[in-house]
């Protein structure tokens, strides 16, 4: 039962673990865009305004922020299915969509209050959530501790007209001679791909700590169990039990339990992580699962030959 537990924990971390990361992975999936970029003027197709000195709290008193990439639609914007943080519907302008992590992060939902001291007034204003948009971490950068998200404002002609900003586009193809004919003005490009890649590199890097701590749980399994039954199959053998039955009933001690607890587990994690909402990792479950056996199954022929020496 507590080898059954500490399996549990194992494989539920990288459900708890990789799910962030997963999720984001599957926000750059579901988008047809390769780049992103930053540009000083509009090109009028899959931008929005990117404010770098607007900031949201969730309260009036200012205290608790909301991490991330503050943008905002403007009114004479074509947005098409490249664009990765497309609405339902047009934000009127004091509404705000948040992107799904940071809304979960801050217990928000729609029809949940946020507000913001607006730079050009000067006085606390209170936006409305209208939508809560699909995970996302960041947009402008990699966020890899995955604490940001995104919220995306309303058109307001005062941040416009009176507001330091730049634009944040999204394409297909190498934008760069699309910017150098409209004199748009690049600042940052940024390609997908290396995005992806790196996030998958911290799954990995998971992937590879769930499979030792399983290797390792169930090493210690196999040893604490010879250790503490070893007496009771020397006296199974001084009772005159023959050596291929205490061999039998050993492979069956060992073996049959350890099967049941990894099973038993592994099971239970998918569970809890599909009622959680969380990305279900087959994947690694499947090489952990195979790790674990294989190492049970050789630790157990081990003992189990060592039954000889009781």
């Known amino acids: 039962m507590s080898y059954a537990l500490l ?5 539920g971390c990288i459900f708890t673990q990789s799910d962030r990361v997963y999720k984001q992975i599957e926000f750059y999936d579901g988008n047809e865009y390769q780049y992103t970029y930053r540009i000083s003027s509009s090109v009028k197709e899959n931008d929005y305004l990117y404010g770098e000195s607007i900031y949201f709290y969730t309260d009036t008193n200012l205290s ?3 991490l991330g990439d503050c943008v905002m639609s403007l009114d004479d914007t074509k947005y098409t ?11 009127e302008k004091r509404e705000i969509a948040l992107s799904y992590n940071l809304a979960k992060q801050h217990n928000l939902r729609v029809g949940s209050k946020v507000y913001s001291k607006h730079n050009i007034r000067n006085v606390v204003e ?3 959530v209208a939508e809560i948009l699909p995970v996302c971490y960041g947009i402008t950068f990699v966020d890899y ?23 944040i586009a999204f ?14 003005g690049l600042i940052a490009l940024d390609a997908k791909a290396p995005v992806r890649d790196s996030l998958f590199e911290s799954v990995v890097i998971w992937q590879a700590i769930i499979t030792v701590l399983v290797l390792g749980l169930t090493l210690l399994y196999t040893m604490l169990h010879w250790k503490n039954q070893r007496t009771y199959y020397s006296r199974l053998y001084l009772n005159g039990t023959g050596s291929r039955k205490i061999k039998k009933q050993i492979f069956a001690d ?10 038993l587990a592994t099971v239970i994690c998918i569970l809890m992580a599909s009622i959680a909402n969380m990305y279900v990792s087959y994947k690694t479950t499947l090489i952990s699962m195979v790790v674990g056996f294989v190492v049970l199954l050789c630790s157990t022929i081990i003992i189990t030959m060592r039954g000889r020496a009781v």
Request: glycine share 6%; no cysteine.
């Open 7 to 11: 399996l549990f924990l194992a494989i």
């Open 126 to 128: 209170e936006y409305t």
């Open 254 to 263: 060992l073996l049959l339990p350890g099967v049941i607890s990894q099973l």
């Open 171 to 184: 394409s297909k193809e190498d934008p760069t001679s699309l910017i150098q004919n409209s004199g748009a």
């Open 81 to 91: 299915e490249d664009t990765p943080l497309v609405l339902s519907n047009t934000l």
């Open 64 to 66: 608790v922020s909301l």
């Open 145 to 167: 501790e995955i604490n940001r998200g995104v919220m995306l404002i309303g058109y307001d002609s005062d941040y416009v007209e009176y507001t330091d900003y730049t634009y």
